[in-house]
Nanobody, 119 residues
Framework: VQLVESGGGSVHPGGSLRVSCEAS????????MGWYRQAPGKQRELVAA???????YYVDSVKYRFTISRDNDKNMMYLQMDNLKSEDTAIYYC??????????????WGQGTPVTVSS
């Protein structure tokens, strides 16, 4: 199993970034997937999740700013991040989830990609 993130980087407040996750080694279309983040000195938190049936969950702090999506034909998951704030600065991790919901067990983790929001 591999989850490979890409697309992180640095952006000014109010800017946008899209991070991507390429999955392999399991039946992607049957798996709930999620994006987590971990800021310096803080616990890792679930940012957004997407079920095989394309239901979505967002933590309150990113609602209406972030959009999670998936392309089952390409085994890809995305997180479009708009109107970024300094508090969004973190390492963003792709995860394959055992279940869909706000606190799911994680089966597999990616290596993470850094996102820095700074003026």
């Amino acid at each position: 199993v591999q989850l490979v993130e890409s697309g992180g980087g640095s952006v000014h407040p109010g800017g946008s970034l899209r991070v991507s996750c390429e999955a392999s080694g399991f039946i992607f279309r049957l798996k709930s997937m999620g994006w987590y983040r971990q800021a310096p000195g803080k616990q890792r938190e679930l940012v957004a999740a997407i079920s095989p049936g394309i239901s979505t969950y967002y933590v309150d702090s990113v609602k209406y700013r972030f959009t999670i999506s998936r392309d089952n034909d390409k085994n890809m998951m995305y997180l479009q991040m708009d109107n970024l704030k300094s508090e969004d600065t973190a390492i963003y991790y792709c995860a394959a989830l055992r279940d869909y919901g706000p606190n799911p067990p994680v089966d597999y983790w990616g290596q993470g990609t850094p996102v820095t929001v700074s003026s």
